[in-house]
């Protein structure tokens, strides 16, 4: 069976960084796309991040220049690097594994993804 587990998260001050790690098992992670997405209390879900099987990456207009999103081909583990952490970045972060590749210029959408993680949470602080 799929399973895939973030971790990573915790409570940071505004300005500083996190990197959150997305653990796959019954998967390869390198033979699909992976993306990240996030979620705050009472908002819409929101693609954050992607990475497909060529290494094609993109990035949501809201984190542009301060995350990144890789996935090594040392580990079977997607990373998201969040720096310049603000406190609208306060959300659960969730990891997921879809087939569609990634196309820049186009947006995260969540019905791409089928498999999901139970998600992290980060708190940024003022």
């Known amino acids: 069976a799929v399973q895939l587990v973030e971790s990573g998260g915790g409570t940071v001050q505004a300005g500083e960084s996190l990197r959150l790690s997305c653990t796959a098992s019954?998967?390869?992670?390198?033979?699909?796309?992976m993306a990240w997405f996030r979620q705050a209390p009472g908002e819409q879900r929101e693609g954050v991040a992607a990475i497909d099987t060529s290494g094609t990456t993109i990035v949501g207009d809201s984190v542009a220049g301060r995350f990144t999103v890789s996935a090594p081909d040392t580990s079977n583990t997607v990373y998201l690097e969040m720096n310049s952490l603000k406190p609208e970045d306060t959300a659960m972060y969730y990891c997921?594994?879809?087939?569609?590749?990634?196309?820049?210029?186009?947006?995260?959408?969540?019905?791409?993804?089928?498999?999901w993680g139970q998600g992290t949470q980060v708190t940024v602080s003022s």
């Open positions: 019954g998967l390869t992670v390198r033979h699909y796309s």
């Open positions: 997921a594994q879809g087939w569609h590749p990634v196309i820049a210029g186009t947006p995260i959408r969540s019905q791409d993804f089928t498999n």
